[in-house]
């Protein structure tokens, strides 16, 4: 099993997912540097859709992500649409 971020992320998308992974599995399509750099409550706007992903193959299923996120955007595979989970496997090319 595996951990999925959902849609939830976006317009949060604070990164806080990333900080504590162990594995540094989690990752977006915006370099995390450039995203930093925009407030948090302008991210929406300036990257409308964007959020962040989990590789599964990397993910030791550990909880730490969903335990941080304020928005309960990340959840068990086996409790996520089959949308997200595919969604979080395109992002790493699967
Ligand atoms: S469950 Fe653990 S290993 Fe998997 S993405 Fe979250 S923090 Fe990383
Ligand atoms: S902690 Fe939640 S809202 Fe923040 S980037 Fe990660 S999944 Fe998105």
Redesign the pocket.
């Known amino acids: 099993m595996?951990?999925v971020i959902t849609s939830k992320c976006v317009a949060t998308c604070d990164t806080a997912?990333i900080d504590?992974?162990?594995?540094d599995?989690?990752a977006g399509p915006i370099p995390l540097d450039g995203l930093r750099a925009v407030p948090l409550g302008e991210r929406g706007l300036r990257f409308p859709g964007l959020q962040m992903f989990?590789d599964a193959d990397e993910?030791?299923?550990?909880?730490?992500?969903?335990a941080e996120c304020p928005v309960d955007a990340i959840v068990p595979d086996n409790q996520a649409s089959a949308a997200d989970v595919v969604r979080n496997a395109a992002f790493f090319g699967r």
């Open positions: 595996a951990f997912c504590v992974c162990p594995v599995c989690i989990i993910c030791t299923d550990c909880g730490a992500c969903a």
